[in-house]
Structure formats: C-alpha cells, structure tokens
C-alpha cells in the first residue's frame, strides 16, 4: 500500500487522527450516533465514512483507519476528468437547459435584448441575456426524471457550478456564468459572506428576542418597517402594523447638497440617512399613542444604526430580522408591493410631497382586506383604540 497522508485535516475532511478514533470506537461496536458525539461530527459523515471507505479484501466492510485514510487521498487526487467532460449527451442536455435559446408558441426563436460577455457581472439596470436559465439545482433534480434508467445521466449541483466558475474541470464555457440567476462571474467565498453581518446588530435585538405575542397578531402595536427605492437614491419609508395593516408612510427628502461632490465621511445627503430615518420613524410613531408603540422590526439595513438612540427617544423595541429573510416582516413586503401601483421603481420618489404620502397611506387604509375580515385597515384600528377607552385605557400620545 502506498504511504498514506499523516497531514493535519483543515476541518472540512477527516483527518487520520479522527480515522483512528472512528476505528477505535467502531471495535468497540458503538453506533453511529454515538461515534458522531464522541468525535463533534455529523451523523451522516460518519455513516459516508465507514461505508465508502472501509476495508473489503475479506469479504466484509471492516473499517481499519489506514485502509479509510489510503482510499480517502486516492479519491482526493486531481486531476479527474469531469463527468461533463466526458459524457457529451450530458454536457448539451446541461448547457441546453442553463442557456437554452427562448421560443415562442409557434416554435420560433427570440433572441431577447443584445448583450456581450464581459467577463464580470451585468452591471445594475442592464439587459441581460435571455435563455431558458434553468438553475443547476432544478437540472440535477431533473435528471432522474427525465433518464430513469439512465445512470449515466447524472450530476449534482455543485459539479454544475464547478464546471462554470472553476475552468479546468471542464465542459462548460466561462460566459454561460450569464445565464444563472446572479449573473455573477465569480463565486463569493463563504469568509466574506460570513463578514457582512452588520455591526449594530446585536444578539439582544435579532428578531429571535421578539416576544411570542407579535407572532399570533392578537394584540396591535408590532410595527414592520423598511425603505422603497427609487431612481437618484431616492426613498420613502413605510411603516405598518401587523394586526391590523395600517399603513404610515415617511416623507424622507434629499438634504441639500445632494447631487453636487459628496463630503468624504459627511452626513448621507440622500435623505435616508441613518440620522433622517430616526427622525422620521421618531416624529411619526410618537404621534401614536403609546398602546400602539410596542416594536418595530427591521431589515438590517444602515439606515437603521442609530435603533438605538430611537429606542430611547420613543420607547419603541427595535428589532432586526435575519439576513436575507424578507419573510420575517411578511406584512410589511406585501405593503411594499402594493405600494409599488403609486410608486413604481426606476422612478423618482422625491417629487412627492408629505401631503402625497398621506394621500396614499390613506388610500391603502381605506381598503377592505380579505384578512381582515373585508374590514379596512382603518376601521380595525378605530375598533381597537375604542375597545382600549371603553376599557379604561388613555389613549393619549
């Protein structure tokens, strides 16, 4: 048997020291869940192991940690030919689907907007190519449906993606990258993704904190709050109620000087600064009174870095939902859209005036919703702050 490696394992893979523990453990005929306890590893990578790499000379699956360890580097050695590479009915059923030409009802073909490889990214509001774009998860999984009997028909995902953005594993062009979704020519590494957290978001404020009573709707004062942008860095802020869907807009203006050279470390002159923002939700929500100033949960946007000086201006929780999880604030996304029938994108939302975002915020509130019964938004919060005077309860600001 050729010498097998003795190198420390970055973390990813098995190392041989923990090959000798699985061994160790697996004589002592500990179960699978047991050894992945004992070693910090998943279940499923201990099944992987004693089932790939284990000794087979004797007619049986005995695992011996050099055996698992001299197959593991053997299976490690590149190059391999890619299965793209060497399976041509595979390669164009692939590219067929990633970068397949649109057709019309009749058969013929559109070609879409005209657009040229440049080696990077589509820039922001470009045409980008068109094709049938099928994504390289939906073709893996789409294989077996297509060639059940077929096992030559077969690929994962991310040997889809390694074709595309590792040349020299083979099968696929470079600028087929144009055909993903993200339309992104290099993979982002998983360290910088991990870095990106903002730094005002804390632990005591994510959105996992949020008391279980905003959850169920039952009582009114859980507030949802984001941006729309539009053209020239222009925005509007929205604020709505998840119990009863009541709408308020802010009226954020570009500050002077927006346009002109920008001051190197100066204050955001686009109006939906970290200090305008605050003062818009501050301004608006203490309007309300202070049954229905509760909490308020946000994107992790840096509009909102100074919560917590807001927090102590209103009385207001500030929240902040996880990253790339519109769903936690449902209610105020829906809005979001609805709100796109009186300012659509790639428009200019500074043109409107504070009496404008009244006039809509209103116009939402007087519409009857389905879950609410058919009652408007409007009438639903009128009922409640009854039922709190009719209680007892003030209801001033």
Not at 206 to 212: G, K, L, M, T
Not at 318 to 333: C, K, L, M, V
Request: proline share 6%; with cysteine; glycine share 10%.
């Amino acid at each position: 048997m050729p010498p097998i490696s003795l190198d420390p394992s970055s973390g990813r893979y098995l190392s041989f020291a923990e090959r000798e523990e699985i061994a160790l453990l697996r004589a002592k005929k500990r179960g699978v869940r047991e050894i992945a306890r004992q070693t910090g590893r998943s279940p499923s990578t201990i099944s992987r192991e004693l089932r790939r790499n284990a000794a087979t000379r004797g007619g049986r699956l005995d695992y011996r940690a050099s055996v698992a360890q001299w197959h593991a580097d053997r299976q490690a050695r590149w190059p391999r030919t890619s299965r793209l590479a060497d399976n041509g009915q595979l390669q164009q059923y692939v590219q067929d689907r990633l970068a397949g030409a649109i057709s019309a009802a009749d058969g013929s073909g559109i070609p879409g907007p005209h657009t040229r490889w440049i080696g990077r990214r589509h820039g922001r509001r470009q045409d980008r190519r068109w094709a049938t774009s099928w994504s390289p998860e939906q073709i893996a999984r789409r294989l077996p449906v297509d060639f059940p009997h077929d096992e030559s028909m077969r690929i994962s995902h991310e040997a889809i993606y390694q074709a595309l953005y590792v040349q020299g594993r083979g099968g696929l062009r470079r600028e087929l990258v144009a055909c993903l979704r993200t339309g992104r020519a290099l993979r982002v590494p998983r360290a910088r993704t991990r870095g990106r957290g903002r730094k005002f978001v804390t632990e005591e404020v994510r959105i996992s904190q949020r008391p279980a009573e905003a959850e169920d709707r039952a009582v009114p004062g859980r507030w949802e709050g984001d941006l729309i942008i539009g053209l020239n860095s222009s925005a509007i802020g929205t604020l709505v109620e998840r119990s009863t869907r009541f709408t308020m807009l802010l009226h954020l203006p570009p500050m002077p000087g927006h346009g002109g050279p920008r001051i190197k470390n100066g204050p955001a002159l686009a109006g939906h600064g970290a200090e305008a923002v605050r003062d818009a939700v501050g301004m608006t929500i203490t309007a309300l009174p202070e049954q229905l100033r509760k909490s308020l949960t946000w994107d992790q946007g840096a509009e909102m870095a100074q919560h917590a000086q807001l927090r102590i201006d209103t009385g207001l929780e500030i929240y902040f939902a996880d990253p790339h999880s519109p769903w936690q604030r449902g209610t105020n996304e829906n809005t979001n859209g609805l709100l796109r029938q009186y300012f659509p994108k790639g428009t200019d939302l500074a043109r409107h005036t504070r009496g404008d975002l009244d006039a809509v915020a209103s116009a939402l509130n007087s519409r009857p919703r389905k879950t609410l019964g058919w009652r408007t938004p409007a009438e639903a919060l009128n009922d409640h702050l009854l039922s709190l005077q009719s209680s007892g309860v003030a209801t001033t600001p």
